[in-house]
Structure formats: structure tokens, C-alpha cells
């Protein structure tokens, strides 16, 4: 779900993630919340570059841990008009013991 | 594609896009020279990547999306007939006629009446406005 507000939007995305190979101690299943913002840098006369932030909430894999809660912050950037590269950094800032206080991830999309 | 006047078509884009926004927000010069200026100048800087035109006028693609998707859909067929005249393909007219009944056969794309440039068009005081001035 998204509301824009001239460039800026605000998105909110739920979801379920299907969970094969659990023990009796963990979930099969768990919900994803995530609420966030996007922002084209640059625009109106550069739109390659998108910074996204947000803040997001999962049920934790083991059943009877705390809800993993946490913020990240990227950039989407169009490297061609068929590749396009994320990368982005946040931390879990509530949640069970061996939650991630640090992360980073980065991957590229193609399309064709 | 020829990739300069692919490069040229993503310039045109964006004109036809900042130039709707602009418009549609102000009729005052100093900001609608601004934009004519900043249209110019993407276009000479040969852009690779196509401008999201969703991001070059917001207000635009919310508030008359109907003309957006016109735009849209005669971006896709003007690319697609350039793409075809500079292919090697056999029989160039047959192509040209599929693409044509594709288009046309669009809800959103321009209506196959002829434009009427001399009195419905041209009647609205801003018509011939670039005409006159440029």
C-alpha cells in the first residue's frame, strides 16, 4: 500500500513467509510487517537514484522469542535502462538476543 | 535502436513530461523558462538511462493519468516504428501495420482522428504560444 505525497511516498507492505524444515520449537510461518518512505534524489531532472528507509517488524523463527523489530536505510540506483542496483544497511534494534545489531545487503535486478 | 536517437528520445521524454508538470502547477514565465532551460539541457546531455517520468511529474501522472498513458503508449509505438525502420527486417510494411492496429487499438492511446491543428487546437490562447516565441 503506498500514498504519495508529491515525490515522497510512503509505503506500508504486510506479508506471510512460508517456513519448510522447522523443528517443533519453531514457526512454519511468520508475518512481516514493514512501514517505510522512498524518495527520488534528484528529480525532477535526475531520477536514477531512490533512497528508501524503514522500519519493520517480524515474528521471530523459535516460537516464544520477541518480535524482531528493526530500521534500514538504502539507495536504488539505475545503472541501465535494464539493471538496477540496491544496497542498503540497518539493524535490529528489539528483539531476541541473536538478533542482527548490524547488516548490510546489496543485490542487483534485472530486467528483461 | 540507433543509440544517440534513442539517447535523444529519453531527452524528449522528459520534456514532454517536466513541461506537462510545470505547466499544470504554474503559468508564471520565470519558473516555465527554468523548465524549458532544464529540458534543453537533459536532452543535450545524451541521458542512457530513461527518466521515470512517474518521478519527473507526479502531479501530472496523478492528476491526468488518462494523458499520461497517451504519452506512454505513443512513446512505446513512436520507438517501436524507429526500432523497425532501422532493423533489417523483409517486409516493413506488414510490421508497420501490425504495430499501427496494436496502437490504435489502445483505450488510452490518441484518438486516430485526424488533430484538428488550425481551430480546435490552436483556438486555446496558449496554442501558438512556443510557436510565436520560438
Redesign the interface.
Known sequence: MTKSIDRLSFHFNGGYEFLTGSTQAERDGRCEFALGASYPVGAPTFTRATIVTDVFAEQPVTRGDSTVVGTEVGLRYQLTPSIVWDVGVGTEFAGPAKRSVFFAITGFSFGF | MNLARSYEFNGID?GH??LA?TLLKTRDQAPIERARL?VV??IFSSP?????EE?????FH?LAWEVAKTFDWAHIFHRSLYDLFASDVADKEAVYRKLLDDYLAKAEAITPHRLDHHTALWSFAESKAFDQVH
Open positions: 522528459f513530461a517536466h508538470e532544464q539541457d537533459f542512457r538511462v530513461p527518466p521515470d518521478q519527473v511529474a507526479p502531479t496523478r
